[in-house]
């Protein structure tokens, strides 16, 4: 089991690494190379540098909300029934 966690933990470890820095390329240093340059093919529009953290944001920020909405419904229906069965 501990070394099964460790292999995963380095495997996240290097696709974050890797997308990090793809993205600090594609945010932040690409705009200092010609336009014309061939480091531009590897890389999508540059709006989409903005667009697709936004997206991820958004989603994530959703998936947070519906997660602690579901957990304090279901406690409350938990004191609920709690309740019923001492009456």
């Not at 190379?33 to 920020?61: D, K, Q």
């Given at each position: 089991?501990?070394?099964?966690?460790?292999?995963?933990?380095?495997?996240?470890?290097?696709?974050?690494?890797?997308?990090?820095?793809?993205?600090?390329?594609?945010a932040i240093l690409l705009p200092f190379f010609h336009p014309t340059?061939?480091?531009?093919?590897?890389?999508?529009?540059?709006?989409?540098?903005?667009?697709?953290?936004?997206?991820?944001?958004?989603?994530?920020?959703?998936?947070?909300?519906?997660?602690?909405?579901?957990?304090?419904?279901?406690?409350n229906q938990r004191r609920a029934q709690a309740a019923?069965?001492?009456?």
């Amino acid at each position: 089991q501990g070394t099964s966690d460790k292999a995963l933990g380095g495997i996240m470890l290097l696709a974050a690494s890797f997308v990090f820095t793809y993205y600090t390329t594609w945010a932040i240093l690409l705009p200092f190379f010609h336009p014309t340059s061939t480091i531009h093919e590897y890389f999508p529009a540059r709006e989409w540098a903005v667009r697709v953290p936004a997206f991820l944001l958004v989603v994530g920020l959703f998936a947070i909300g519906l997660f602690v909405g579901s957990t304090i419904m279901k406690e409350n229906q938990r004191r609920a029934q709690a309740a019923r069965l001492r009456t």
